[in-house]
């Protein structure tokens, strides 16, 4: 297990926003965003695998992509390695990048179907390394070797492979430039159950040996809880929770949370009977018109007055444990509007009505 | 089988074939089971191992060619789906048979409001006026839980979310009331939360309508929350059926053993390594001679290669197709 107070951090985003224009009418106007990601602050330490959840169109996959500059965030500061990438422009980024690196969700569709397997794990060492031909081969066999693929496929072409294998090809081309940062972006939504446990033990394998930070996006909470060590919890482009896995697993402090994870079938027909369901009326609100005050408001089974009004702050409200929810406030900060401040210093406990 | 009630579906020996370029692909090999009225079987199995490819068979629903039934026999309510004509099985489908696909986006018609195709299949089986179909619609819409049912009967599909679409597939397969209803992964593209609603509006419908129904899916957990009894699918065949207390207690097979390990809960202990089936399912371009599993199979022997083992009783309403029993270690005795 890893001690997050004492490593240092490896990822810290502050503030991060990212907006879509919403363009309408003849004139294409910019009349409104879709607020994807929407102030959110938070670390990953050196060496962790931080699980972000959440339900799909809260914004997971986008604060995924925005944290390595895939897209050109609209507001806020990504520091990798203690270098600022927020607002760098492009050509700046390019010889970072190899520092950060994705892994993306379709397999099929992040594989360039003309190239084989050497060529597209053997492209970022073209890119930004200066080795010869020979090296590179011996590269992409090495890589290959570490993510379990046989040497005899490296002149073969994606469609080839199955689902697990066209996986692995993306987690070497992700490795080839000895990466300190992954975003795994539902590294294994798109696979079989058999063969997710697969991919699931490589990335675990490979993160101890290689010495990764994982932002290991997913939708599935049992393998969240299975390989992340800190978890985080979206909804609609909001951080609601973050915290160490086991306590969150246990005790969930934001009434999303507990919702989310009531919700997840357990694969044991005992304990399954024995479970309290949090079923959530309605669905989602959309991002590009979000409710006022909390934006869980809508769904919360414990909502009060205040949470349509004012919204709740990302506060530190045990060690490590962050949560943005009016329930946890104390009662001098309960006018407090101090929101994406994960910085805020440490609150007193206070036990909430959670059940 | 065994005592209770007669069985309102009763499957024997299907088999199915496609044929394709590279020869023909055995999707479904000798599959039997029967369904119970008032039961949820819950059938599981990955993508590939011909769960839906089975489903889709009985009621004819493959497009022949490349699909090709062969041979079994698919009993419902004295009518053998499989050599009816095409009018009895119309009559059947949508009617006293509901299905929902799993894919909501898809399978519902985008040009047509959401009103209009919960209505097709009333006034196509009940005989149904428009009004009368109107009404009817707007109660099913209501039973399914989407607010303001009359008023969103105009609206198109599109202008439902995920959730909302899967309840209106619901609702247009409940409609006439059905015997059976077979409803193929009906939440695997529903996000958790949703999913949740779902299952729990399944399991109420379940108690005031009484039907019987055939859940596929490859989530255990969905599984272990809602079916009576569970079928695991393998390679094209059915390699261990149980009660679902049964199967989770005392799982037989070792494809069905391995899988309950690979799939880690949130509750209870959190395993430290996940345990993997190595390698990956098989393509079938022959008929099974041995057993399907025994190249990823632990307690594979020389007689898995010789001989594809047949559904052997183990009692408590339980069969397993393997050569193995876990009891001893060893080979079954049989």
Redesign the interface.
Known sequence: MLDAARSKPLVEVRGLKMYFPIHTGLLRRHTGDVKAVNDISFDIYEGETLGLVG??GCGKSTCGRALIRLYDITAGSVKIDGVEIGQTDQATLRPLRPKMQMVFQDPQASLNPRLTVAEIVGEPLVEHTAMTKAERLARVYELMDAVGLNRRFANRYSHEF?G?QRQRIGIARALALNPKFIVCDEPIAAL???????V??LL?ELQDRLGLTYLFIS?D???V??IADRVAVMYLGKMVELGPR?PL?SEPLHPYTQ??????????????NT?Q?I??KG?VPSPANPPKGCAFCTRCPKVMDVCRQAEPGFREVAPGRFVACHLYDTTNQKTAGRTGASEASPQTYQQGEHA | MPDGALPVLDVRGLKTVFRTRSGEVHAVNSVSFDLKPGELLGVVGESGSGKSVTMMSLIRLLPSPPADVRQGTVMFDGTDLLTCSDQTLRDIRGGKIGFIFQDPMTSLNPVFTVGFQIMEPLRRHMGMTKAQARTRAAELLDLVGIPDARRRLGDYPHQFSGGMRQRVMIAIALACDPKVLIADEPTTALDVTIQAQILELVKELRQKLGMAIVWITHDLGVIAGIADRVMVMYGGQVVEQAPVKELFRNPQHPYTRALLQTVPGVLGERPEKLNVIEGQPPILFQAPTACAFRDRCKQAFDRCGRENPARLDVGQGHDVACFWDPATGGPRNA
Do not use: K, T, W
């Open positions: 339900e799909s199955s697990g079989d159950v058999s063969i997710q446990a697969q699931v033990n675990e939708h909470l049992s393998m809880r299975h086991d697993f919702a989310l994870l009531s919700a997840v079938p357990e694969p044991d027909p005992s304990l399954e479970r369901r079923i959530l669905d």
